[in-house]
């Protein structure tokens, strides 16, 4: 060959490798590009979050993007982004980023900013997590829903309760918060509670039933700080630990963990109201109902795995979706499952699955879309009901009705101090 045959060869060699990379990074990502990590090579994109499990979704379309990128854009910057906001919103659908934005300060002293690695406190989006392990552990055959307490912890005073019931909120048991008014002047107000010194305060006063065990639904912390001692002597691993092995570690959250009282304190995002730091309070310490710091993205790695029966059964998956308090209704607006809440949309009855939180100056929406594969998070650090209105644009946006769920708190609140 000579050696402007050479030359030309190389050129055509040369050509023939941009225009492979211009076409791979331009065509549509597969399903398995995005959300299927198990190939050994995850693409590494920033709009892409893909799963630990392997999993099956369809590709979507850039004129589906845009088309929800829009309302989105919208819908957030008139009832979410404000200069009282802080915290953190994205929308996920099949692994693919649609829109994401975050905001404000995770310790405004220190200028620390708030991005998409800072883990943010869940407040009861932490029971969502909690109702995960313990599914974990039912399908490792470890547990049963329908086993009693008492098998695990056997001096928990209320005999007829179940794992099951302790999960929907039926179980009766007062709550913690209520503790100091009913003990009065026999409650010490300077102890940092446990976990373990809320199940001994229940087995030396044994506390009359708030209702009669799995008659009534009944929101109640208490059932989640059960559990997470259930959790515990199941595992023979502290709940923290427990956690990371049975959720966090096989979904790859890298950002999440539970709060430690005693050692993450300084370091953990702060709970604001306006511009004061919420304090403290001997309630701290306790997990399983709240407590779990993590990110939108890392949320998002939950949801995707709840699509993999190597992570949770379908069959198992459904007992969560199920709710157990509104059978008798003919038509329910609200019901809850097992970790889970749930909303019955007009016309159809369509419902819609959610966890909202609130501890301190957190507000928190976690809302899986499980019918178009959409994971939509938002967590805020500075007191406010803002997130709590992705209810009403994953209404509007997923479903087939606008239905107006939530809307923002007025501004004088939020300014309050």
Known sequence: MTKYGIIASMKITLITFFLSTLFYFSSPKTAGDIVNSNDGNPKDDSLHITSSFPIKMGAISEAYIAEKRHFIDSFYNKNINSPFYSGAFIVVKNGRVIYEDYKGYANARTGQKIDKYTPIHLASVSKVLTSAAILRLVQQDNIMLDQKVTDW????????????????????????????????????????????????????????????????????????IILALIIEKVTGLNYRQAMQELVFKPLGMTNTYVFNYETDRETASKSYR????????????????????????????????????????????????????????AKPIKDY?????????????????????????????????????????????????????????????FYKKKTEIETPVPTELELGE
């Open 153 to 224: 912890l056997p001096k928990f005073p209320y005999k007829q309760t179940t794992i099951r019931i302790l999960l929907n909120h039926r179980s009766g048991l007062p709550h913690y918060a209520n503790f100091p008014g009913m003990m009065k002047k026999r409650w010490n107000r300077k102890k940092i509670l446990s976990n373990q010194d809320v199940l001994d305060l229940l087995v030396q006063n044994k506390f009359r039933l708030r209702t009669p065990n799995d008659t009534h639904f009944d929101y109640c912390n208490t059932n989640y």
């Open 274 to 329: 306006g511009s004061t730091i919420f304090p403290w309070d001997q309630f701290d310490a306790l997990v399983g109902d709240k407590n779990i710091y993590s990110t939108p993205r890392d949320l998002v790695k939950f949801d995707l795995g709840t699509y993999s029966p190597d992570f949770i059964k379908p069959e198992l998956l459904q007992e969560a979706y199920f709710g157990y308090s509104a059978g008798h209704v």
């Open 337 to 397: 499952g097992l970790g889970m809440r749930m909303r019955f949309l007009p016309p159809n009855n369509e419902k819609m699955i959610y966890h909202n939180g609130w501890w301190h100056g957190n507000n928190t929406s976690f809302v899986p879309v499980k019918k178009d594969t959409v994971t939509v998070v938002c967590l805020g650090n500075k007191y406010s009901n803002r997130p709590y209105s992705t209810l009403s644009m994953v209404s509007s946006l």
